[in-house]
Nanobody, 125 residues
Framework: VQLQASGGGLVQAGGSLRLSCTFS????????MAWSRQAPGKDRQFVAA????????NYADSVKGRFTISRDNAKNTVHLQMNSLKAEDTAVYYC???????????????????WGQGTLVTVSS
């Protein structure tokens, strides 16, 4: 499995960005997809995930109502639409995937075996 994240950049607070993650090597529909982020000096933090079984999205409380995760199995792509960005959203964003994640572990970054290279999001206040 290979993941390629893109779409990061510099944006003002209140603005929007759309991250994309291209998946290759397997059948995307069988995999749970997630986004996590890591700010300087902090641990990697769960942001959002979309489960392989029911495709129901899950979000960290800090991004609920502002971020939307979506998947396009036909295009092997997962997106993270980020609106109303805040300075505290500044981080390197990583997409991750695994086909063995159980639902109760969805929000744990350590549950995912495959990671993309990360894309930097900087929100200026």
């Amino acid at each position: 499995v290979q993941l390629q994240a893109s779409g990061g950049g510099l944006v003002q607070a209140g603005g929007s960005l759309r991250l994309s993650c291209t998946f290759s090597g397997r059948t995307l529909s069988r995999y749970t997809m997630a986004w996590s982020r890591q700010a300087p000096g902090k641990d990697r933090q769960f942001v959002a995930a979309i489960f392989r079984g029911n495709y129901i999205p899950n979000y960290a409380d800090s991004v609920k109502g502002r971020f939307t995760i979506s998947r396009d199995n036909a295009k092997n792509t997962v997106h993270l639409q980020m609106n109303s960005l805040k300075a505290e959203d500044t981080a390197v964003y990583y997409c991750a995937t695994d086909n063995n994640v159980i639902y109760s572990s969805l929000t744990r970054p350590g549950a995912y075996d495959y990671w993309g290279q990360g894309t930097l999001v900087t929100v200026s206040s």
